[in-house]
């Protein structure tokens, strides 16, 4: 193992300075200011309690790194890490001013060195022995760890739709910072999002003539991964009025065969751009020409008549960014002629 969260190393957290105030800058409201006050949040199953809001929290993703910047949190945050994309233009200056941990996955090593008060990921994948240790190992070093409730469904009440649980995000973090007034305008402006996306929903049709889709984030090897059925593409889908045509296969993002989604024929495709990823394979571009050169596919209604709509792959990953990708998903089933 890389980095086991050694005892002897926990005090070197020195997590006294969880009192201490750092860096100034501020975020661009008065209430993400922390108070002195006390926070009680359940997240992913465990209860997290604070006297004080914390002062050096680290976002290990960009997801949780921008859920952060969006409420002003920069001048509490002490590190964050492993950025897939460039950062919005609406947060370069406040992400400017946070200290890069990890350009990729951070290792225990790297968080330590950055004395968190608080750990925030928006998967808990993150929190293994081998990236930024289990949670279990940060609990005995006295640090909170945050996990995004999307990522945890079975610890949430039961009929939260992915969004809900991506707001009651918010809301938590509010609490956690001081900062409830700015988390509660950000959800109430996205559930608005979400409603004003559903609003032609009773007008595309339904049954038999409902239109499927198939979400392509990326080709790897020459085989496409999907969006499934635990994905956020498919509440997305039932949103705006369509059907995911894999929200059989109970994962996020299965890797399929090309004759597997010839099968399914959908109506039509949305591609995911991760082309700030680079790798092979990554941009729209290449995924279009991928599907125009293939045997079978190239044969698709869907490619033929180029029912093909494009959004930002990081966007169909649960994020402050993702009512974005559903507006466009929205705006694209009325510009290909399924709202009637």
């Not at 006297?51 to 945050?77: F, H, I, K």
């Not at 698709?300 to 990953?317: H, Q, Y």
Request: glycine share 8%; with cysteine.
């Amino acid at each position: 193992m890389r980095h086991p969260a050694r005892l002897g190393i926990a005090l070197t957290l020195a997590l006294a300075t969880a009192g201490c105030s750092t860096a100034a800058g501020g975020g661009p409201e008065a209430d993400t200011k922390p108070a002195a006050q006390a926070a009680a949040v359940t997240s992913c199953g465990r209860q997290l309690s604070f006297a004080e809001p914390p002062q050096r929290a680290v976002a290990l993703d960009q997801t949780s790194t921008e859920t952060l910047l969006e409420l002003g949190l920069q001048d509490r945050m002490a590190g964050t890490a492993n950025l897939k994309t460039k950062i919005p233009a609406q947060y370069e200056a406040a992400y400017a001013t946070v200290p890069v941990v990890a350009p990729k996955i951070a290792t225990g090593e790297q968080l330590r060195a950055a004395t968190p008060d608080f750990v925030a990921a928006g998967s808990a994948d993150l929190y293994t022995k081998d990236r930024a240790g289990t949670r279990e190992e940060l609990e005995t070093l006295k640090v909170p760890t945050f996990v995004s409730a999307v990522d945890c469904p079975q610890q949430n009440p039961a009929g939260k739709t992915p969004f809900e649980l991506l707001f009651s995000d918010y809301e938590n973090l509010g609490k956690v910072f001081g900062a409830e007034e700015r988390a509660g305008k950000l959800a109430a402006d996205q559930r608005a999002a979400v409603a004003t996306a559903g609003e032609n929903a009773p007008k595309v049709p339904q049954g038999a003539d409902r239109p499927t889709v198939v979400y392509l984030y990326s080709v790897f090897n020459g085989m496409p991964y999907v969006a499934g059925k635990t994905g956020l593409p498919s509440e997305m889908s039932r949103i705006v009025g369509a059907k995911n045509a894999f929200d059989d296969v109970d994962e996020d993002w299965p890797e399929v065969s090309w004759e597997e989604v010839a099968e399914r024929d959908p109506d039509f495709i949305v591609i995911g751009d991760l082309s700030e990823r680079g790798r092979p394979g990554d941009s729209a571009a290449e995924k279009r020409a991928t599907m125009t050169r293939h045997p079978v596919i190239s044969r698709l209604a869907a490619v033929r008549d180029n029912k093909i709509l494009t959004v930002p792959g990081i966007e169909l990953d649960p994020s402050v960014r993702s009512v974005h990708a559903l507006g466009l998903l929205a705006q694209g089933m009325k510009d290909l002629g399924y709202v009637r």
